[in-house]
């Protein structure tokens, strides 16, 4: 049987990394910052995903965006799902070439529902990472919570389920997003009784038992948190064995053999 | 001299990511020589049997390749589609002979026998079960956790060596060592520390 996931969300803009708070961005540090004084490659042991998300306002830099996901890729050794303003295949190939395995996809639902027709036919829809984000109405919202569709959650959710070839949704509440007050479950209320594909929860994790309250949710394979300062040191590290210890279905590994085999080659070739 | 094979299919980033974490050098090639030169290749691969193998071959790399390991006794690893591709026959779009360096066919997931809470294709972390403690699986849990991202398996056929299964509503081969070749169905690149175990125990042959 598959595993559920622990997932951390890394939204970036212009070469920052940020935290959002109800879809306002506040800038926290670069690459640098987020390898130095957050030592992100050593989180990344306690985490089974990687969603990098590209929520830069005006012109995005495509090419440094991609630099940032090999980056972030080079001692991360995990599926890796990037997004944000992909147009085109050009830029899906571009990303799935940097280390990433899945495309997100948001605005495009709507508004190039082409675009995901081609990914899928040339990646596999596994590929594909379709992203919601609802508010506290149940409207959803796209181009990073701009602009409002016509349709109902309720309604957008069984399309984009049943009419596209998705892999899996990324289920986001604007209302909780960066508020640290647990997820909003009612949202998986608005999904189709038939949803067939893995659901990802997002938005409101605070502490740990926000993670396991929703992975314990039968509609739930997995859940994002974005928050970087909530699960600071090795605070996802112990969340994790909470989670574990509560007898959620995560995949298990030891952390520390994984530290210790930097190098341990380097020698014997 | 550990060599990735560039073979244009699918993404080796990550793979050269893992190995240099442990420490080696690899290098990306499509050059016979040094594929002929290698103490360990690694075929990796995303796509389709039929395409990676048409890939293969056009590049002249079947023959360097199946020279290497026949007479030259270099390791191989080959990852998800790169170890389908060491089989004899697989099925996908039309049927394509393999590398054919083990006589194991590969065929698409049963979607009659499997269960419908079972999709296809197979994605996420699954655990891999093997009694073996050498070799491949040296200081690997019994049950493994390791990911998956496909739709179709080798079938067993008799295989002989040292094997890990995984159940997926069916038992598949996950991953095995035979006297001269390995392959993970899954991703060790993407595999946290299990992976990483896995691949430097390959390095270590």
Redesign the interface.
């Known amino acids: 049987m598959l595993k559920k996931r622990v997932i951390f969300t890394l939204l970036y803009d212009h070469g920052s990394f940020m935290l959002s708070r109800n879809f306002c961005l506040q800038k926290v540090g670069n690459l640098r910052w987020l390898q130095k004084n957050y030592n992100f490659s050593q989180i990344a042991f306690s985490i089974d995903e990687l969603i990098i998300l590209d929520v830069s306002k005006g012109e995005r830099d495509q090419d440094k965006f991609c630099e940032h996901v090999k980056a972030l890729a080079e001692d991360c050794f995990i599926p890796i799902a990037a997004g944000g303003g992909i147009r085109d295949l050009e830029l899906a190939r571009k990303l799935l070439n940097s280390g990433a395995d899945k495309i997100v996809i948001n605005s495009d639902l709507k508004t190039n529902p082409k675009l995901i027709e081609l990914v899928a036919k040339e990646f596999g829809r596994q590929c594909l990472v379709a992203s919601i984000d609802v508010n506290k109405e149940n409207t959803v919202w796209i181009q990073n919570g701009t602009e409002k569709l016509d349709l109902s959650a309720r309604e957008w959710l069984a399309y984009v389920s049943q009419e596209l070839p998705i892999g899996e949704i990324y289920l986001n509440s604007m209302e909780n997003d960066g508020t640290g007050q647990g997820y909003r479950l009612e949202l998986l209320d608005l999904l189709p009784p038939s949803v067939s594909v893995p659901v990802i929860l997002a938005g409101g994790a605070g502490k740990y038992h926000h993670l396991i309250e929703g992975l314990l949710h039968k509609k739930v394979n997995a859940v994002a948190t974005a928050h970087l300062f909530n699960f600071v040191g090795n605070g996802l590290e112990l969340a994790r064995d909470e989670m574990l210890n509560e007898g959620i279905d995560l995949p298990r590994w030891d952390i520390q053999t994984a530290k210790n085999m930097k190098n341990c080659c380097a020698n014997s070739q | 001299?550990?060599v990735v094979v560039d073979y244009g299919m699918?993404?080796v980033?990550?793979v050269l990511?893992?190995l240099?974490?442990?420490?080696?050098?690899p290098i990306l090639t499509n050059n016979t020589q040094k594929i002929l030169e290698a103490?360990h290749l690694v075929l990796p691969g995303?796509g389709s049997f039929k395409k990676g193998m048409q890939s293969i071959r056009e590049r002249g790399l079947d023959k360097a390749i199946t020279k290497a390991v026949n007479e030259r006794g270099v390791k191989i690893l080959g990852i998800c589609l790169g170890m389908q591709l060491l089989g004899s026959f697989g099925d996908e779009d039309g049927g394509t002979e393999g590398l054919n360096l083990i006589p194991n066919k590969v065929r698409l997931f049963d979607s009659q026998t499997l269960d419908p809470e079972m999709?296809i294709?197979?994605?996420?972390?699954?655990?891999v079960r093997t009694s073996e403690q050498e070799g491949l699986f040296k200081g690997l849990?019994s049950n493994?956790?390791f990911?998956f991202?496909h739709s179709y398996r080798m079938l067993n056929e008799g295989l002989e060596g040292r094997l890990g299964k995984c159940?997926?509503g069916v038992d598949f081969l996950a991953a095995f060592e035979t006297e001269k070749v390995c392959g993970a169905q899954f991703?060790p690149?993407?595999?946290?520390?299990?992976?990483?175990?896995l691949l430097?125990n390959f390095?270590?042959l």
């Open positions: 001299m550990v699918g993404n980033y990550s990511s893992a240099r974490y442990l420490g080696c050098d103490s995303v999709k294709p197979h994605v996420g972390f699954n655990s849990p493994a956790d990911y991202t159940n997926y991703h690149e993407k595999s946290q520390t299990n992976g990483l175990i430097k390095l270590s």
